[in-house]
């Protein structure tokens, strides 16, 4: 158990849909970050979180997709009018950054199927 | 921009076999390399952490270096067993985690 939680593990939805993705970091990282995972790929970026504020995102992050993070606490991902191209694996990670040697750490995912 | 490419892709080797993967970077300006490995379906458990400043670390049966000169990263993984069968990635961060570069990964199967 890594500790950083995301909710939900499976999420199908039909084309035309919102979904929203939440993620739990560890309670005292201040980083958090949002990538998605297509088969047989890596781990492409989409967005940062330092505590509340949102530093960058990619420019794979299309207008229906928005990212949060009140309070500096969980964060969601908002998909809007979804696409099939958009089915993926959804990652969380967060990290502490206080020094050198800090490890990211992921949660578990949320694999989303757009039909 | 970094890229960042593992070799092999997929590695098959039978049970108790050493074996080397390979990470490779563009840009040596690296702050630190994390090495993960990725069950099916799931998400990413960190194996092993270098910072810019060393060569090495180990965890148990795993060993990874890093040559930051040559762009390279390598994971050495000592007496394979079956359940080390996974994905495995590696993430060069940069530019104090303002960055963060994965390879696409080498599928490894350990036959028992």
């Not at chain 2, 994905?87 to 599928?107: D, H, N, P, R």
Request: one cysteine or more.
């Amino acid at each position: 158990d890594t500790g950083v939680s995301q909710d939900p593990r499976h999420k199908i939805t039909k084309r035309g849909q919102n979904v929203t993705f939440r993620c739990d970091p560890i309670s005292e990282h201040n980083r958090l970050y949002w990538y998605r995972q297509t088969l047989g790929q890596g781990p492409e970026f989409l967005t940062y979180f330092q505590n509340e504020a949102q530093l960058e995102k990619s420019r794979l992050l299309s207008d229906r997709f928005s990212a949060e993070r009140p309070k500096g606490s969980f964060s969601t991902l908002e998909i809007q009018r979804t696409e099939q191209g958009d089915s993926a694996m959804y990652l969380c990670a967060s990290t502490r950054i206080i020094g050198s040697n800090e490890k990211l750490f992921f949660g578990s995912g949320t694999q989303l199927s757009v039909l | 921009k970094q890229e960042v490419t593992q070799i092999p892709a997929a590695l098959s080797v039978p049970e108790g076999e050493n074996l080397v993967l390979n990470c490779s970077f563009t840009d040596s300006a690296i702050y630190n390399l994390q090495w993960f490995r990725q069950d099916p379906g799931k998400g990413l458990t960190s194996l092993l952490l270098i910072q810019s400043s060393q060569r090495e670390q180990t965890s148990g049966r795993l060993n990874a270096s890093l040559d930051k000169s040559s762009g390279r990263s390598t994971l050495y993984i000592a007496a394979s067993q079956p359940g080390d069968s996974a994905t495995y990635l590696c993430a060069v961060i940069s530019g104090g985690y303002q960055k963060v570069t994965f390879g696409t990964g080498t599928k490894l199967q350990v036959i028992p």
